[in-house]
Each structure stands twice: as structure tokens, then as C-alpha cells.
């Protein structure tokens, strides 16, 4: 079965700087990525996902995502923070071939200090 | 607009009630599912239906069960024997059902609901 794991449970930056969290995953297929952002109890929304084709994937809010296959990581970078990018940040893969279903990591929370 | 909606938003259960929680959804989705999510754990699938009339276990599905009576509705049930409740429950559909694969769908989640046992 595919797994993701996203190093670092908690991220600080100043607004301004840059923001990169990670992901590593592992699949015995082409994955299907994605990143989400769940907001203070609320439930989470879509950044962006990579299928197939280009591997820098461009989302909302000025996120991006790179898939690099040969290091089995789609790390999200942004930037620039802004006060409004403190959330906790999920990591998911498609376990596609197995259960076939969405397995996310354990969520990395964003601060960002004025 | 077209969305995914949780009630209560708050719920508190008292020790062997069986509490309800509700997800509605207009987006005229196929597949519907149930997250567990606990401090530090991510989100845990506990039931999901990819049609009406039909649903299989997550991975943590037992003192839980659900109904798909209806594709825009699947509610919830908490019972006595789901020894460790509080959490906060979340509810979300895909576009693909039994003709997709569901994981590749994007998944549209509701805003929650927060399950606390006095």
C-alpha cells in the first residue's frame, strides 16, 4: 500500500519568507498527489494536485507543488507567507491498485509571525 | 452554491447514548465519506458509499454505522460501543463513484463536526 509522510508536525516562518513543507510518499505506481489546507476548525479545501504530465503544480493562494519522482517527494513551497497561510497543511496519496483509496499524512501546522 | 453541510456543529454525548451526525451535500457527488481526525493523526476513513443503497468500512469502522438512503445525504452514527468519541467528524463527497477511481477524485469536505463525551 502507498504511504505519505510529512516531515516536521509544526512549521514557523516570518510573513515575507519563504514556506516549504514536506512530503515524501511511497507508491509501487504512478501516484496521484495532492495537498490540502484545513483551516481553524474547519474542514479542509483542495490546494492543488498532480496526476500526470507537468510536475510543477501550480494551486490556489500562491502555492505550488513540485513532483519529483527520484526523490519520491511533492514538497509545497509558497514565496512569500502571509499572515492568512496559518493552517495545518495534509499531504494525501491515491493508495491506487490496493485499497484504492485517499491516504493522508499527519498534517503539518503553518505559523506565521508578523 | 453548492456544498457539503455538517450539523450539529457541536455535539456532546453523554457515556452509552448513540449520538447522529448529519452531512447533506447539493453537489450532486456519487461517493460520500466519513474522516476521523485526532490531534497529530491525520484523517482516518471510517465508512465511505460510492452509490446509494451501498457502503463499505474504513479503517476504523467498528461502534460506528451509517446509512445512503438517499445520494445527498449520509449520516453518521455514533454508538455506545465506540469506546473513544471525541474528535472532530468530517464528511466529504467525490465527483466518482463505482465507474471512477474514487482516491483520484478531489474530495469536497463539510466544515465539520466536534464530538465531545461528557
Known amino acids: 500500500a502507498q504511504s505519505v509522510t510529512q516531515l516536521g508536525s509544526h512549521v514557523s516562518v516570518s510573513e515575507g519568507a519563504l514556506v516549504l513543507l514536506r512530503c515524501n510518499y511511497s507508491?509501487?505506481?504512478?501516484?496521484?498527489l495532492f495537498w490540502y489546507v484545513q483551516y481553524p476548525n474547519q474542514g479542509l479545501q483542495l490546494l492543488l494536485k498532480?496526476?500526470?504530465?507537468?510536475?510543477l503544480v501550480k494551486g490556489i493562494n500562491g502555492f505550488e507543488a513540485e513532483f519529483k519522482k527520484s526523490e519520491t517527494s511533492f514538497h509545497l513551497t509558497k514565496p512569500s507567507a502571509h499572515m492568512s497561510d496559518a493552517a495545518e497543511y495534509f499531504c494525501?496519496?491515491?493508495?491506487?491498485?490496493?485499497?484504492?483509496?485517499?491516504?493522508f499524512g499527519t498534517g503539518t501546522r503553518l505559523q506565521v509571525f508578523p | 452554491d453548492g456544498g457539503i453541510t455538517q450539523s450539529p456543529k457541536y455535539l456532546f454525548r453523554k457515556e452509552g447514548q448513540n449520538v447522529t451526525l448529519s452531512c447533506e451535500q447539493n453537489?450532486?457527488?456519487?461517493?460520500m465519506y466519513w474522516y476521523r481526525q485526532d490531534p497529530g493523526q491525520g484523517l482516518r476513513l471510517i465508512y465511505y458509499?460510492?452509490?446509494?443503497?451501498?457502503?463499505q468500512k474504513g479503517d476504523i469502522a467498528e461502534g460506528y454505522s451509517v446509512s445512503r438512503e438517499k445520494k445527498e445525504s449520509f449520516p453518521l452514527t455514533v454508538t455506545s460501543a465506540q469506546k473513544n468519541p471525541t474528535a472532530f467528524y468530517l464528511c466529504?463527497?467525490?465527483?466518482?463513484?463505482?465507474?471512477?477511481?474514487?482516491?483520484?477524485?478531489?474530495?469536497?469536505f463539510g466544515p465539520g463536526t466536534r464530538l465531545t463525551v461528557l
Open positions: 466529504a463527497s467525490t465527483l466518482g463513484g463505482l465507474a471512477g477511481v474514487w482516491s483520484t477524485d478531489t474530495q469536497y
Open positions: 507508491s509501487s505506481v504512478p501516484p496521484y
Open positions: 498532480y496526476t500526470t504530465g507537468a510536475t
Open positions: 494525501a496519496v491515491s493508495d491506487l491498485g490496493t485499497t484504492d483509496k485517499l491516504i
Open positions: 453537489l450532486n457527488h456519487d461517493a
Open positions: 458509499s460510492q452509490i446509494v443503497n451501498d457502503f
